[in-house]
């Protein structure tokens, strides 16, 4: 196993730990808004400094990005960790069993390892470039639709950016007639790893910040899926707007989008 994908599991699986732990005992939870529709908990910070003390402790010199705390420049700014503390913390605070821990580590720009942790599920998706992705150790594979047609679409709704309401709307109107259904599970890096796993066929959002998706990424596309912008590019780290699925499904996607895709959208 790749030694750092080692680091990020145990760090992954002690933060989950404590998420989970909380989550039992929701009276300890204090919850803070950071923007419109945006909360952070204490457990979102704490997870993340759980996460910080495990990597510094083997890679005392790599870079480390996170949510909430942002850069921590290390000596070696070629390695960098991406990290969403809590993903998935609407449905925490709610009490609806369904986030995850995500960590990705870029060796110049390009993710190397990947690992979303579920604790509720203790499902453990991981990801090493070029070496294929699995789930608790069992490999994953993209479900196989050969277009559009009869699939599970998952999406996230664009809540803190509301500009994007109508043209969203008219996407997925659209979309909706095409495929079967669609799923909003109010975790990125999860309906990455779903994708992964053929639980659903594909999955598009606006506006994700990168420790939102790059875990999930590298296990989507070790899985057989491509990830692209809404307009078959890859400018998703800058722009946030992501569409993933297995290629087929990914092509009749961005051919549906295409007409109500506002300037904002084609970036
Ligand atoms: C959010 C979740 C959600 C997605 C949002 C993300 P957070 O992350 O992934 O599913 O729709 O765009 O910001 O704030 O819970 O870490
Ligand atoms: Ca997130
Ligand atoms: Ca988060």
Known sequence: MHPMLNIAIRAARKAGNLIAKHYETPQNIEVTKKGTNDFVTNIDRESERLIIEVI????PDHTIITEESGELLGKDDDIQWVIDPLDGTTNFIRRLPHFAVSIAVRLKGRTEVAVVYDP???????????????????RLRVA??????????ATGFPF?????ATAYMN?????FVECADFRRTGSAALDLCYVAAGRVDAY?????????FLGGELIARESGAIVT????????LASGNLVAGN????????ATMRDDLSEALKR
């Open 247 to 254: 290629p087929r499904v990914v092509k009749d996607i961005l």
């Open 144 to 153: 196989d639709a050969k277009n559009i047609e009869g699939t599970i679409i």
């Open 171 to 175: 996407i997925m109107s659209k979309l």
């Open 160 to 164: 803190k950016q509301k500009q994007h």
């Open 120 to 138: 509720m599920r203790n499902e453990l998706f991981t990801a090493t470039r070029g070496q294929g992705a699995q789930l608790n150790g069992f």
């Open 229 to 236: 912008d809404f307009v078959g590019n890859h400018n998703y």
């Open 204 to 212: 598009y959002e606006i506006g994700l910040k990168p420790w939102d």
């Open 56 to 59: 510094r402790k083997s890679y």
